[in-house]
């Protein structure tokens, strides 16, 4: 699949696709460093941010330059996932994307320290911040409860 690293209107650099992509399509794995949880805690803490959380013992860390995958931003409304099939990481479109467009996906960032991580996606469905949208609810009911 061909993409293209440029800049990006969420942040920073970002993934474009050069060809149309259809719905369901691979993409590219995302690659790494298999390590485990306290080598994790040590390279956030360090300023690494592109570990991904594959589960309670390991994170992937994909800060390697082979790794294109480490360019695609936080969207709340993404146009790909991430697929886990036999410990590798997929980026899977989730519906058609033409080419020239950004690929994005949702970080799925729980609600520890959340204030810490601004969304700036753009999204009519943004929440504002990076989170997954099983929290959207509950940012809402801890923002009007601290509202006057």
Known sequence: MQVRVGPSRIAGQGLFA?????????????????IAG??????LAAGNAYIFHLN??????????ENTARYINHSCAPNCRVDN??????????????????????Y???????????????ADTCCGYILDPQYWG?????TSRSQP
């Open 38 to 43: 306290t080598e994790r805690a040590r390279r």
């Open 18 to 34: 050069v060809e149309d992509i259809l719905q369901g399509q691979r993409i590219l794995p995302y690659l790494g460093e298999r």
């Open 85 to 106: 099939t036999d410990g590798r990481l997929w980026i899977i479109a989730l519906r058609d994307i033409p080419a020239g467009e950004e690929l994005s996906f949702n």
């Open 108 to 122: 799925g960032y729980d609600m520890q320290q959340y204030r810490d991580n601004p969304c700036h996606c753009g």
């Open 56 to 65: 309670y013992r390991y994170a992937l860390d994909g800060q390697s330059l």
């Open 138 to 142: 509950r940012l809402q009911a801890e």
